[in-house]
């Protein structure tokens, strides 16, 4: 399973990354050539920021030397799609081939046409205990965080059992949403 660490959860200081994590870099101006390759986020801002703004921001992610961008806070209903597949076809365009869409919930099927990869849970350690998996699919990202330390072993297992292609649990606290900025630290 591969490691993608949001802007939430960068790993601790002393982590050893290599090729099989992602690390989400939150903004443009903040890259530093990172151990892992590097994601650009762009807030979608569940699918009502404006299409110019969106484009900007690949852009500007597409001038410096990261490996993809990650689509956070994603709408999930099949008519919010549209922005986002044609935010898909500029990056990709623009040379940013590893697309991460991050709903944190499962989405509309038609969203798998896009052909990119999927975060289908996104959330607190509770929550994801209590979660069915309904929507989800093999390969889909988990990205658990509050997680007990001395359960965070348990918890990768628990995505490993139930299909996580990528992901991460963390005992960092998780996002806020009035301002993603902040990032906590993984555990170990």
Not at 32 to 60: E, H, K, N
Not at 72 to 95: E, H
Request: charged share 20%; proline share 9%; hydrophobic share 45%.
């Amino acid at each position: 399973m591969r490691t993608l660490f949001p802007p939430w959860a960068h790993p601790a200081p002393g982590t050893v990354l290599d090729d099989s994590a992602w690390l989400v870099i939150d903004e443009p101006d903040t890259v530093v050539v990172p151990a892992a390759p590097a994601l650009g986020r762009v807030d979608l801002d569940l699918g009502s920021r404006s299409l110019a703004d969106v484009l900007t921001d690949i852009d500007a992610w597409a001038a410096l030397d990261v490996a993809g961008i990650y689509l956070d806070r994603a709408p999930v209903n099949r008519y919010a799609i549209g922005p986002v597949a044609l935010a898909v076809r500029v990056a990709r365009r623009r040379g940013l081939h590893r697309i991460v869409l991050n709903p944190g919930a499962p989405t509309d099927p038609l969203y798998r046409d896009l052909e990119v990869r999927l975060c289908t849970f996104e959330g607190d350690w509770a929550a994801y205990q209590r979660w069915t998996g309904d929507g989800a699919r093999p390969g889909d990202g988990h990205l658990v965080h509050g997680v007990p330390t001395a359960l965070l072993t348990a918890a990768r297992h628990l995505l490993a059992r139930r299909g996580a292609g990528f992901g991460v649990a963390t005992d960092a606290p998780g996002p806020t949403r009035a301002s993603v900025a902040g990032a906590g630290s993984a555990g170990s």
